[in-house]
T-cell receptor, first 114, second 113 residues
Framework: NAGVTQTPKFQVLKTGQSMTLQCAQDMNHEYMSWYRQDPGMGLRLIHYSVGAGITDQGEVPNGYNVSRSTTEDFPLRLLSAAPSQTSVYFC?????????????FGPGTRLTVL | AQSVAQPEDQVKVAEGNPLTVKCTYSVSGNPYLFWYVQYPNRGLQFLLKYITGDNLVKGSYGFEAEFNKSQTSFHLKKPSALVSDSALYFCAVRSFGNEKLTFGTGTRLTIIP
C-alpha cells in the first residue's frame, strides 16, 4: 500500500492564481481531511469528508474548496491564492469518522504564494 | 469548544535520560487523546492514543503517556531518550461525537548526545 499520497511536493504561486492540491489514499478509508501547518500554530483543520459526496468545513475553510467524488481522492482547491495561504498542507485519512480512530498523514505539500 | 495546550515550544534532554513532553486539554465530555510525531520534511505519524480504560497508555518506539483526568493532562514520557527521538511532537484531542481533531502547537524535542 502506498498509504496517503500528495502531489505536488512543492509549489510556488503568484497572488490570484488558482491551483489544486491532490490527495489520494489506497486504504479504503471513509474519513479524509486537510490541514495546514504554520509555525507556532500547529495543525489547523481546513475541510474534511466523512465519505464520498459528503464534505464539511473545518476551522479555517475560507479561500479553499473541496469535493469528494470517490472514496480514494480528496482534492483541495485554492480559488484565488493569497500570501496568507503560504503554508505546508497535509492530507490525512482514517477508516472511520469515530473519535477513536487513528489518522494517517501524507508527506505534505509546501506552498508559497508570492 | 475543545483545545489543547503544549506549554513548551522546545524540550532538550540528554541521551539516556528520561523525557517528558507536556500536554493539557479542554473538552466538553470525555476526551480522546492522541500523540503524533513529525520528523523533518515528513507527515505526522501516530504514536499512541487514550480512549478509555487504563490511564497509562503505551505506544510506539518505547513512548508512553499518562491520562490524568483531574489535571486534564496527557503528558508523553519515555524512560531513556535516544538521539533518534529528536522530532516535533503534537498532542491532539477529540470529544465524543466530534469529527474534528484539534492539535496543539507542537513541542520540538532535541536529544543531546
Amino acid at each position: 500500500n502506498a498509504g496517503v499520497t500528495q502531489t505536488p511536493k512543492f509549489q510556488v504561486l503568484k497572488t490570484g492564481q488558482s491551483m489544486t492540491l491532490q490527495c489520494a489514499q489506497d486504504m479504503n478509508h471513509e474519513y479524509m481531511s486537510w490541514y495546514r501547518q504554520d509555525p507556532g500554530m500547529g495543525l489547523r483543520l481546513i475541510h474534511y469528508s466523512v465519505g464520498a459526496g459528503i464534505t464539511d468545513q473545518g476551522e479555517v475553510p475560507n479561500g479553499y474548496n473541496v469535493s469528494r467524488s470517490t472514496t480514494e481522492d480528496f482534492p483541495l482547491r485554492l480559488l484565488s491564492a493569497a500570501p496568507s495561504q503560504t503554508s505546508v498542507y497535509f492530507c490525512a485519512s482514517s477508516s472511520t469518522g469515530l473519535t477513536t480512530d487513528t489518522q494517517y498523514f501524507g508527506p505534505g505539500t509546501r506552498l508559497t504564494v508570492l | 469548544a475543545q483545545s489543547v495546550a503544549q506549554p513548551e515550544d522546545q524540550v532538550k534532554v540528554a541521551e539516556g535520560n528520561p523525557l517528558t513532553v507536556k500536554c493539557t486539554y479542554s473538552v466538553s465530555g470525555n476526551p480522546y487523546l492522541f500523540w503524533y510525531v513529525q520528523y523533518p520534511n515528513r507527515g505526522l505519524q501516530f504514536l499512541l492514543k487514550y480512549i478509555t480504560g487504563d490511564n497509562l497508555v503505551k505506544g510506539s518506539y518505547g513512548f508512553e503517556a499518562e491520562f490524568n483526568k483531574s489535571q486534564t493532562s496527557f503528558h508523553l514520557k519515555k524512560p531513556s531518550a535516544l538521539v533518534s527521538d529528536s522530532a516535533l511532537y503534537f498532542c491532539a484531542v477529540r470529544s465524543f461525537g466530534n469529527e474534528k481533531l484539534t492539535f496543539g502547537t507542537g513541542t520540538r524535542l532535541t536529544i543531546i548526545p
